[in-house]
């Protein structure tokens, strides 16, 4: 009899959650679960109202836990409190969000693993383990072609009125806000790294336009000279992306790939894909 395991993947944004049973796969959505945005408290709460009622009475025998946030130990132990009290009779597994992204790309094998999605992550996977990262630094500081860094672009082409009539009209159509909600929103709000990602779905709807493609050509750009260089690896093996920012822009990886004489590896929308291979 196979074993039943829960697998989370977990972004600031959302949590993918897939409950693997019998060679059966249940995929279930929540809130994204930071331990930099959350508290114990309010994970627990999260967990009890929106992942647990769709797990019915499943007995899961191990839960592995991908997640944002957790290279600190401190922030491991709020998840490990959580997921103890929730399954106490599970083998639990906690991981960083850089391992999902390794395992999700590259199964067993070598290779570099790239995250593009609300934040990023870069590093060099050796089958094993992790072996060289480089960091992100978070939205504030880093997080180069990330959801977070274009979608702060695009305010920024907003506010300071760089963008061209048809796109400013085209802004105010879709968001229906103005500069003073925008700096609340980002400077006094919870979760602004959410909130900045929120505005590269822009920059997806309006390929095409020059402007556009600057800002999209200019933040990758700026991860594959911040991040990728800093890898020997990239020039003798593929280099593979996740992240629904990599995948909305997978053309434009490819222009920069060719242009640094990289070989382009898989692109995927989400770990969950290759994380259920890798645990099944």
């Known amino acids: 009899m ?16 897939c409950l693997l049973s019998n060679g059966r ?13 959350l508290t114990g408290e309010q994970i627990a709460e999260l967990l009890h109202k929106e992942l647990m009622p769709k797990l019915k009475k499943a007995e899961i025998e191990s839960v592995h836990f991908y997640g944002t946030g957790l290279a600190n130990e401190r922030n491991v132990g709020v998840i490990k409190n959580v997921l103890k009290n929730l399954f106490p009779k599970a083998k639990l597994e906690i991981q960083t969000d850089i391992v999902a ?3 999700a790309l590259c199964g067993r094998g070598k290779g570099v693993a790239c995250g593009l999605g609300t934040g990023t992550i870069c590093c060099y996977y050796d089958g094993k383990k992790v072996a060289k ?6 939205y504030a500081l880093g997080d180069e072609g990330s959801g977070a860094y274009l979608g702060k672009k695009v305010i920024q082409y907003y506010l300071y009125g760089t963008f061209d009539e048809e796109l400013r009209g085209r802004f105010d159509l879709t968001y229906k806000t ?7 929103n ?10 900045l990602a929120s505005f ?14 600057n800002i999209i050509e200019d933040g990758l750009n700026d991860f594959f000279f911040q991040h990728l260089n800093r890898f020997r690896e990239v ?18 990886l490819q222009q920069l790939c060719n242009s640094y004489q990289f070989e382009l590896g898989k692109v995927i929308k989400s770990p969950m894909e290759g994380l259920t291979d890798y645990h099944r």
């Open 2 to 17: 196979s074993s039943v395991k829960l697998i989370a993947d977990s972004g600031a944004t959302k949590a993918e959650w």
């Open 25 to 37: 796969k249940k995929k279930i959505l929540t809130q994204g679960i930071s331990p930099y945005f």
């Open 101 to 103: 992204a390794a395992r």
């Open 133 to 138: 990262i480089s960091p992100g630094l978070g």
């Open 178 to 184: 103005n500069a003073s909600e925008i700096l609340e």
């Open 186 to 195: 980002v400077y006094k709000k919870p979760m602004p790294n959410r909130y």
């Open 200 to 213: 590269a779905k822009f920059l997806a709807e309006n390929r095409g336009h020059y402007m556009i493609e």
């Open 235 to 252: 020039w003798t093996m593929p280099v593979s992306f996740v992240g629904s920012v990599a995948f909305g822009f997978k053309d434009v």
